[in-house]
Each structure stands twice: as C-alpha cells, then as structure tokens.
Nanobody, 120 residues
Framework: QVQLVESGGGLVQPGGSLRLSCAAS????????MGWYRQAPGKERELVAI???????NYADSAKGRFTISRDNAKNTVYLQMNSLKPEDTAVYYC??????????????WGQGTPVTVSS
C-alpha cells in the first residue's frame, strides 16, 4: 500500500518561508513524478510544482522565482521550499505521486494535505 506523508505546513507571516516535505513509502518500484498541488477555499485544486522523471521540473507561474521543488530519490521524498510567501498562497497543500508499484501497477497517490496560512 503506497502512502504519502506530508509535513511542514503552518502559519507564517507575509514574506516568510516554509518548507514542505512529502515522503512516499510502501511497495514502490519507481516514482515517475512527484509534486505539490494546492487548494484554497472555494477554488479548484491547482498545480504548484512537480518533478518528473530524472529531474525535470514544472512550476505554476505563481510559484516561479519564489518556490523551489527538489527530490531525494534515496528517501522517496519531495520538498517544496516556499519563500516570499503571500496571503494568496494560503491553501491546503497536497502531495501527489505517480508511481509504479512492486506489482508493476501504475498508481496515482495523494497525501492527506497540509495547511499553509500566510497572515500577519
């Protein structure tokens, strides 16, 4: 059973920084992509940043220049360093992984979400 465990969310003042972590475990043969999405109240879930394959990254325009996604392959963990946070970054942040299991099944897995609140 593949699971994602997220951590690092919380309350931060505008201009501050947070680092989110997401660790994948359980029957993973290969991770094809791993990234972060967010959903603000009353809005659709949207991509923030993702690492694909060997290390190609893709960012939402709102994240470019402020957020950095990185991946530790040995730990099956992805990180999102968020700097210069704005109130509009307030949302629940969800980790998503696209994996091949040890049973050679393709699987899309979501984490439980970690809330980020940017407020003074």
């Amino acid at each position: 059973q593949v699971q994602l465990v997220e951590s690092g969310g919380g309350l931060v003042q505008p201009g501050g920084s947070l680092r989110l972590s997401c660790a994948a475990s359980g029957g993973i043969f290969r991770i094809n992509a791993m990234g972060w999405y967010r959903q603000a109240p009353g809005k659709e879930r949207e991509l923030v940043a993702i690492v694909i394959g060997a290390g190609n990254t893709n960012y939402a325009d709102s994240a470019k220049g402020r957020f950095t996604i990185s991946r530790d392959n040995a730990k099956n963990t992805v990180y999102l360093q968020m700097n210069s946070l704005k109130p509009e970054d307030t949302a629940v942040y969800y980790c998503k992984a696209v994996v091949v299991t040890t049973s050679y099944r393709d699987l899309v897995v979501w984490g439980q979400g970690t809330p980020v609140t940017v407020s003074s």
